[in-house]
């Protein structure tokens, strides 16, 4: 990656402001969207004495090491998870913001097109990158919220994945490039959107068909409201649809087959640790983010094509 100079590191640090900012409206979401309760209203306030936050209070991370984690007006305590949130989105957004836009795109692996009857491969500059940027950022930000929802032993609603199912189904139908391989080589340009959509939503589906059939025949009784909600792979079969429309069906296997090694792996832990909570959504989470860094080393460029 070439070096950033000064306006580029002042963008850089604007981006992992603001996703501090969307951080701590995630942690929104991720309270308020299982219970039902509206995301704007009411506004953010102390979860003992109720009390409004002001603005100045509600500064991401800052705020919370300024108070000492503690409310202003009642004194009680507010849990280390929200400055986590909002320094792990931050993060998220500074990170990607580096590697992939003032990379030009480096860590993409480049697109075939057709120009003038002959097939090159492309990368992409400028805006498009920021489009691109965006479009990852969407998909990132769901799997948060749903990793942390599951965390919480609740299942992820339905309505979470509304945003990014719709955007990864429509954005690309006007721009395929915002999916850097493509399902089917050589295919013209729109009809490519249409096909790079249908191959990655029916390779999502069937991998979180076969994790939901998996984990039903597993299933020794049937699971209460109050039971972990990784018994209720609904949420992970809808982010793996996502990973497949936002990533196109190559990614989503080879990450969803990553996922369940590592989740694997780690089964001696949780049996001697029955505590521990790693739902599998956070390493799908942390495995789409490498991915989508290392995009570029995972896939040859012939195969991109």
Known sequence: MPPLDDAGWLI????????????SFLNVVVYRLPLGISLIDPPSHCPACKRRIPWYDNVPVFGWIVLRGRCRGCGGSISIRYPLVEALAAAMFGTLAAVEHFSQGANLPPRAVEVAEDISLTGLSGLQLYGVYLFHL?????????ALIEYDRKRPSPRLFVPALSVGVAAPLVWPL????????????????????????????????????????????????????????????????????YLGW?????????????????????????????????????????????????????EAC
């Open 138 to 146: 969407l998909l990132l930000c769901t799997l948060l919220c749903a």
């Open 178 to 245: 915002l999916r850097p391989v493509a399902a089917w080589p050589g295919l013209p340009h729109y009809p490519a959107g249409v096909v790079d959509g249908l191959a990655g939503l029916a390779a999502g589906a069937a991998l979180g068909g076969a994790v939901w059939w998996v984990r039903r025949i597993g299933r020794k009784k049937p699971a209460d409201a109050s039971s972990d909600a990784s018994r209720h792979p609904a949420g992970l079969f809808l982010c793996l649809i996502c990973v497949g429309l």
């Open 250 to 302: 190559q990614a989503v296997v080879a990450i969803a087959l990553a996922t369940a090694a590592v989740h694997c792996a780690t089964w001696p832990l949780r049996r001697v640790r029955p505590g521990l909570r790693v739902p599998p959504s956070l390493w799908l989470l942390l495995l789409t983010f490498a991915w989508i860094l290392a995009w570029s080393r995972l896939v040859p460029p012939w």
């Open 12 to 23: 850089v640090l604007w981006l992992t402001a603001l996703g501090g900012a969307i951080g």
